[in-house]
């Protein structure tokens, strides 16, 4: 087959490393990548995801496959632009197509499918800036600390959680008639604050059946002991200790089917894959978010040990057979840990040579590119979190330190990463 893979991070090198792999794969094409996916693929440039030039990719490329990586195709409707083109009627698409990609794309969408549907969530209420004034008067009364979401996509940043009421109302303003994060805030959510320890997990799903992926833990703040502001993701963990057989058969049951159940009731089109936030909050499970994707840097710990066929799994989900298919997943545990442009979440500079990266022990560790590029046959920074290392071990703290010393041979101006991934559970 040929596949064309949608995406630059660290997700999408980890996806063309997996898929490479498949005897499937003919030819994989990567729009537009980075600088270690131009090493095993053949990178297209296509600038904020053009659908036309997408579209164009898949006609002359004679592309049998097409893998979203990010939400923000899926959520625009990349799937439904596609298939609408009779010369693709044939064509695979991994991802939910617009309406059903509003799990991610809408969290007011998302609340009103659990709620509906049973499934455990903070208790919400939703407004529009018509009514601005029942909004504040909500949150006036709403216990703290409160949390408020903007409805839209808003570059994971759209969530702020208040300690107190003034604040509260301010951030309120700012979203909805400051437009803080542009349309994605004249919606917004206010729900309840639960405590408790958060955990990912991941499924693939042809829309009838699901395969449960490896459950997985990152680690948002940018600073060591989970301080400073919040980020893509600084690193992550899978098998995630605390998640043991009780905790996954309670998500499995009061979750994961319910949600399957959701989709099917509802008529939504959604084959590919879901990334369910849970926050365990007294040994319980609640959803905090539905991503209509995998993360970043989750995918990095999850497809490592996932000993499957990738591409296999995917031709089952076009068919329809996902009940087929057993997953067979590497029992040791891998980290990761992302090597960031300094000055990350914030401003930061870009184009710094990254030197060292050939010199990586391949038989523990991987390197996967995150934001880099090719310039003059140097490898140069070009994003926030430029690359990450995920190494196997027997448990957290080894893999952990497998890869703090090969990042130790990797460097780049005002090189960061976090020592301490793991930490919680040496
Ligand atoms: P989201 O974009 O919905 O995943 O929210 C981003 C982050 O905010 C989550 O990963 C949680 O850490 C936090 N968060 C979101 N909703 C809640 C909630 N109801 N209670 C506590 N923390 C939350
Ligand atoms: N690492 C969080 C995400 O991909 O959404």
Redesign the pocket.
Known sequence: MNILLIGAGGREHALAWKIKQSPLCKKLFVAPGNAGVNEIAEIIPVVNYDFSDIKNICITKQIDMVVVGPEEPLVKGIYDYLKKDPSLKNLIIIGPNQNAARLEGSKAFAKDFMIRHGIPT?PYKEFSIENYNNAAKFIKNHPLPV?I?ADGLAG?K??V?CDNTLEALAEMEMFMKDLKFGDAGKKIVV????KGI?LSVFILTDGRHYVLLPEAKDY?RVGENDTGPNTGGMGAISPVPFAGKELMKKIEEKIIIPTMEGIKKDGLDYRGFLYI?L?ISDNEPYV??YNCRLGDPETEVILPRLKNDLVELLVSLANQKLNEVKIDIDPRTVCTIVAASGGYPGSYEKGYPVIGINSLNAKESLLFHMGTAASNGDIVTNGGRVLCVSSFGKNISEAAEKSRNELKKINFKNMYYRTDIGYEFD
């Open positions: 903070a949390v979401k994971g759209g969530v959680i729900e309840k604050f639960l958060e948002k936030g926050m905090i978010e």
